[in-house]
């Protein structure tokens, strides 16, 4: 281990103390602090925050994409606490926060999972589920997400939980596969029930506010599904009258899965409705809604002024929500988003 360094967060007034050998993000959650954070790999911004006190030689950064922090904003004083290292005390002005969450935090906990269903839902996704076998206890809000160590390579992948946290230690995910993907190939290829996943969670902020009354959209595509799920199954159990919509994209119908639960879910949260659409219809029976994901919410949606937005999937996707919703009256303190980044070399890095 490293020498240790006092690290402030403001507005909030946390101090934490931070071991050179981790980043700041990893300091915080490991004591129960949930700072707000997406990938976790210097590619989606989601934890980029500003340093109040302290030199921009004091913080060494591991590789990340300067399309999450350009030069101008890092030589300006910003950096991402996910690959963030502290060699002297800081104090860092959180941009991002919700005090709320931030004093929820869960801590982080390690164990071993045994592979219980692993099945198709389309032609590119898969719905797995494991059960915990070993380790202490892995607790969690919906909508988070858990990483997964693929045997054998060390190489560690990040999937959303689509369940509601339960007794039994079952987790689920919903998780596209790649041509090239690590994780997706071996899912495809080598995983069989009973092999067993070295395991940590939980990670990310994009949970339910509990302090919240709003009425809520949510927009996804692809494997953000999962998270979507969670947070739809959470809602279905709370004894309350917060309007939703769930706007899912996919390319063919094929593509749509859990099509059956969605609309039960209909008739269980008051208000909810169920808008899938289709950017490539051709040869398809389908009367819904088409075009891209944000076309539609654009349509559907012609004022969120006191709205909340839950937002998953790819990171087009996402950022091109995020300014929709901005445009039609929503806060962006009410937009809560994860985005499904791919892991690899981001195109364009950035290195200490």
Same mark, same amino acid.
């Given at each position: ?145 858990? $990483?997964?160590?693929?045997?054998? *390579? +060390? ?9 509601? /946290? %339960?007794? &039994? #230690? ?113 040869? $398809?029976?389908?009367?819904?809604? *088409? +075009? ?9 949606? /012609? %004022?969120? &002024? #006191? ?46």
């Amino acid at each position: 281990m490293g020498d240790k360094h006092l690290v402030r967060f403001e507005p909030v007034g946390i101090e934490i103390e931070v071991d050179e050998d981790q980043t700041i993000l990893r300091a915080a959650s490991e004591q129960g602090l949930q700072l707000m954070h997406g990938c976790k790999e210097g590619q989606c911004a989601a934890c980029k925050s500003f340093v109040l006190e302290g030199d921009i030689d004091d913080i060494d950064l591991d590789k990340y994409s300067t399309f999450a922090l350009p030069d101008m904003e890092r030589e300006e004083g910003q950096t991402l606490l996910c690959r963030a290292h502290a060699y002297n005390d800081l104090v860092i002005e959180l941009l991002n926060y919700d005090e709320e969450i931030i004093r929820s935090g869960l801590p982080l906990r390690k164990g071993t999972v045994e592979v219980l269903a692993n099945d198709a839902v389309t032609h590119d996704m898969r719905h797995l589920v494991v059960k915990q076998i070993a380790g202490e206890d892995i607790k969690f809000f919906p909508g988070q997400y858990m $990483d997964l160590t693929v045997p054998d *390579t +060390g190489e560690v992948r990040s999937f959303s939980m689509a369940n509601l /946290p %339960n007794r &039994e #230690g079952v987790f689920e995910f919903v998780i596209k596969i790649y041509p090239d993907g690590a994780f997706s190939q071996f899912l495809e290829h080598k995983v069989s029930i009973g092999d067993r996943l070295e395991v940590e969670a939980p990670f990310g902020t994009c949970t339910l506010r509990e302090n919240r009354t709003s009425d809520i959209v949510f927009i996804g595509g692809g494997a953000g599904m999962a998270p979507m799920l969670g947070l739809l199954r959470a809602l279905a159990e709370k004894d309350g009258d917060r309007k939703a919509r769930l706007y899912y994209g996919a390319r063919t119908k094929g593509d749509l899965c859990f099509e059956d639960e969605l609309r039960a879910l209909e008739e269980k949260i008051p208000g909810f409705k169920y808008v899938p659409a289709l950017s490539h219809h051709d040869g $398809d029976d389908w009367d819904g809604a *088409t +075009g891209l994901i944000t076309e539609v919410v654009r349509d559907g949606e /012609p %004022n969120l &002024e #006191g709205m909340d937005a839950y937002v998953c999937g790819p990171p087009p996707m996402v950022d091109a929500a995020i300014a929709l919703l901005t445009q039609r009256g929503m806060d962006t303190r009410n937009i809560f988003y994860d985005k499904f980044t791919t892991t690899g070399e981001p195109e364009d890095e950035g290195t200490s």
